[in-house]
């Protein structure tokens, strides 16, 4: 009997210590109560708590969580009444204090962002919270992170989820917006033919100065042509002057050589009166010597007109 006994003994007490073992998994703390008081917090590995006189009050994640509020309204420094919902990201840090620190953690981060957001928004006009989010996330993650340090949370980032202002305040934003992008479309298009008259513009001043430049080429090719020719005609006047002293030169060189007679000369200076008579000339003065040969040349005519 004594030994049956001491089994049961033994087997309740295995069952006790078996069932008081606890493995804490990663990313997870418990917070140890001994007798209603916080004794300890266990971190990741096996524990093993006094039966009946320690407690499991409560188990803590410490990865970071994400918690999505419901819309929050809030009035802007010009009197417009918006819908912004946040999201924060905090984690846990300190499982005693998260524990003790406030009896709803998440509750109270919610009424702490919402009172921190109308606190900002009150102070900002309507356009400059539309452009100013990441002024406002920054702000509202600050206060929250002091604030909520003496409950053990770290708030790493607040974000606006949404900002829905009212129905006729969009409305009057999506005229805007239209209207500045119908003012864009005509501001690009007068750039447009702007450039475009300035290219045309340039084109017809090419133009102009290639149809100058052409002109300009042509005159100097004509002039220099013209002088060319004159050149050349001045080249073969001379040259015709020349040739015609030349044969002057050999002809009185030839009656030179050929001893000519005083007769034959003076007919020469005959032929060369008559050549000079040829001409334009009002007056002719006759020589002497001509006017003799003349004389000559009637009796000759006359001598042998009677024969």
Request: proline share 4%.
């Given at each position: ?20 073992i ?24 096996l ?73 900002i ?16 996330n ?24 949404n ?30 033919e ?46 015709a ?10 002809a009185?060189?030839?009656l ?41 040349a ?10």
């Amino acid at each position: 009997m004594l030994y049956v006994v001491l089994g049961l003994i033994i087997v309740v007490l295995l069952i006790l210590v078996f069932a008081n073992i606890r493995i804490v998994p990663q990313s997870k703390a418990f917070v140890i109560e001994r007798l209603g008081a916080y004794q300890t917090t266990w971190d990741t590995g096996l524990h093993v708590k006094i039966p009946f006189i320690e407690r499991v009050a409560k188990v803590v994640s410490l990865k970071e969580q994400v918690v999505d509020f419901p819309p929050q309204p809030v009035i802007t420094k010009d009197n417009v009444t918006m819908q912004i919902d946040t999201v924060v990201f905090f984690q846990i840090t300190d499982p005693k204090l998260y524990c003790y620190g406030v009896e709803n953690p998440l509750s109270a981060i919610e009424n702490l962002s919402a009172t921190t957001l109308r606190n900002i928004i009150g102070e900002l006009e309507l356009d400059s919270t539309l452009t100013s989010r990441d002024t406002i996330n920054a702000k509202i993650r600050v206060i929250l992170d002091e604030a909520t340090d003496p409950w053990g949370i770290k708030v790493n980032r607040v974000e606006l989820k949404n900002i829905i202002p009212p129905r006729e305040i969009q409305d009057a934003m999506e005229k805007q917006m239209k209207a500045e992008r119908q003012r864009r479309e005509a501001i690009l298009r007068a750039e447009g033919e702007k450039q475009s008259r300035i290219l045309v513009a340039e084109g017809h001043k090419e133009s102009k100065i290639l149809e100058a430049e052409a002109e300009k080429q042509s005159a100097i090719l004509a002039a220099e042509a013209v002088k060319e020719a004159k050149i050349r005609e001045s080249e073969g006047e001379a040259q015709a002057i020349a040739a015609v002293q030349q044969a002057t030169a050999d002809a009185i060189k030839m009656l030179n050589e050929a001893d000519a007679s005083e007769a034959v000369l003076k007919l020469k200076a005959l032929e060369a009166f008559a050549k000079a008579a040829d001409g334009q000339a009002t007056k002719i003065i006759i020589p002497s010597e001509i006017q003799s040969i003349a004389g000559l040349a009637e009796g000759i005519i006359e001598t042998t007109k009677n024969k």
